[in-house]
Nanobody
């Protein structure tokens, strides 16, 4: 059974950077598509980025395009989310999710694609 644990969240000032990590255990991550979702205060869960097998395909929500970068290191069974130019509206609980790869060259930001979820790491952007 694949298990996911997120880390790297915290309090950061607007304009700052953070790198989130999603560490997998129990199963190799290299056959899964992996995504990051977030849920801000009073908001629904939003898919913000995903990465396909071997990092071939990546997708970003418009809200984070050009500021966030997703990457994966299958040797370390870990997926990362590098976040730059953080804004107060990025404040949220960030979740890592994995699902059996159905698209080798691409990935989707819909929750239904993912059946394994971590518990989340909190990111707060505030001065």
């Amino acid at each position: 059974q694949l298990q996911l644990v997120e880390s790297g969240g915290g309090l950061v000032q607007p304009g700052g950077s953070l790198r989130l990590s999603c560490a997998a255990s129990g199963s190799p991550l290299n056959s899964y598509t992996v995504a990051w979702f977030r849920q801000g205060p009073g908001k629904g869960r939003e898919g913000i980025s995903c990465v396909s097998l071997a990092g071939v395909g990546r997708r970003y929500a418009d809200s984070v395009q050009d500021r966030f970068t997703i990457s994966r290191d299958d040797a370390k069974n870990t997926v990362y989310l590098q976040m730059h130019y953080l804004r107060p509206e990025d404040t949220a609980l960030y979740y890592c999710a994995a699902g059996p790869a159905r698209l080798h060259w691409s990935c989707l930001l819909t929750q239904e694609e993912y059946n394994q979820w971590g518990r989340g790491t909190q990111v707060t952007v505030s001065s």
